[in-house]
């Protein structure tokens, strides 16, 4: 949660991109930040961070700083293929009713690669059925909790209560985008931390040939140094 170079670049990415999405911002040159991740699938290499932070006027030290830069993702998939791939809902599995909630507090999430590490950004999705699905839940369970005089009314809330936000690169949604789009996510996310797939598929053979979770962590530390 402390401040840092990584998170000041993240905030000011998320930030341009809020503003180049907005219906007051028109004119292709205005959109630099959308068609540079549209000619470049939606990445942004940590050689091409400096450039960014020039464009988007940061007071970095970018001699300094690009040593603390790292590469950075965009999983934006209903803005990179259009409206056939907004997320699905996790809930109904479908999208007919799904929108953009907005950007979650923290900016990126952070991905454990081979060599070094990068960050992933992305936003929340809402689906207005499962939230009229849930108030209506909701006000029955309270109507018959309160209509039982040994029932808690709190209890039977609770039982209806489900999520009706979710991130772009929820888990259970990911199989869900057409033409396989999900593959794409490049990262398996934990509740906080990430790992890049590449590193998975390289797990998978050495911890079969019997290297230990300890040595593995060791050769990554070595990589990363």
Same mark, same amino acid.
């Given at each position: 949660?402390?401040?840092?170079?990584?998170?000041?670049?993240?905030?000011?990415?998320?930030?341009?991109?809020?503003?180049?999405?907005?219906?007051?911002?028109?004119?292709?040159? &205005? +959109?630099?930040? %959308? *068609?540079?991740?549209?000619?470049?699938?939606?990445?942004?290499?940590? !050689?091409?961070?400096?450039? #960014?932070?020039?464009?988007?006027?940061?007071?970095?030290?970018?001699?300094?700083?690009?040593?603390?830069?790292?590469?950075?993702?965009?999983?934006?998939?209903?803005?990179?293929?259009?409206?056939?791939?907004?997320?699905?809902?996790?809930?109904?599995?479908?999208?007919?009713?799904?929108?953009?909630?907005?950007?979650?507090?923290?900016?990126?999430?952070?991905?454990?690669?081979?060599?070094?590490?990068?960050?992933?950004?992305?936003?929340?999705?809402?689906?207005?059925?499962?939230?009229? &699905? +849930?108030?209506? %839940? *909701?006000?029955?369970?309270?109507?018959?909790?309160?209509?039982?005089? !040994?029932?808690?009314?709190? #209890?039977?809330?609770?039982?209806?209560?489900?999520?009706?936000t979710f991130m772009g690169w929820d888990k259970r949604i990911l199989a869900?985008?057409?033409?396989?789009?999900?593959?794409?996510?490049?990262?398996?996310?934990?509740?906080?931390?990430?790992?890049?797939?590449?590193?998975?598929?390289?797990?998978?053979?050495?911890?079969?040939?019997?290297?230990?979770?300890e040595a593995f962590s060791d050769l990554l530390l070595e990589l990363h140094t």
């Amino acid at each position: 949660k402390s401040d840092g170079v990584m998170r000041e670049v993240l905030e000011a990415v998320q930030n341009r991109i809020k503003h180049e999405e907005s219906p007051s911002c028109k004119g292709l040159n &205005e +959109k630099w930040l %959308l *068609k540079y991740l549209g000619d470049n699938e939606w990445s942004i290499p940590r !050689n091409k961070i400096p450039w #960014i932070v020039k464009k988007l006027k940061l007071k970095h030290n970018t001699s300094l700083f690009k040593y603390y830069y790292t590469s950075l993702d965009v999983w934006l998939p209903d803005s990179r293929w259009g409206p056939r791939h907004m997320p699905c809902c996790p809930n109904c599995k479908h999208n007919n009713a799904v929108g953009v909630h907005g950007y979650s507090g923290h900016p990126g999430r952070k991905v454990i690669g081979q060599h070094e590490n990068y960050y992933i950004l992305g936003r929340r999705y809402i689906c207005s059925d499962c939230k009229k &699905e +849930k108030k209506r %839940l *909701k006000q029955a369970a309270e109507s018959a909790a309160k209509a039982a005089a !040994n029932v808690d009314v709190e #209890i039977e809330i609770t039982k209806v209560d489900f999520n009706i936000t979710f991130m772009g690169w929820d888990k259970r949604i990911l199989a869900l985008f057409p033409d396989g789009r999900g593959k794409q996510f490049p990262a398996t996310l934990t509740k906080r931390s990430g790992l890049c797939n590449h590193l998975i598929d390289l797990m998978r053979p050495l911890f079969n040939k019997g290297m230990r979770p300890e040595a593995f962590s060791d050769l990554l530390l070595e990589l990363h140094t």
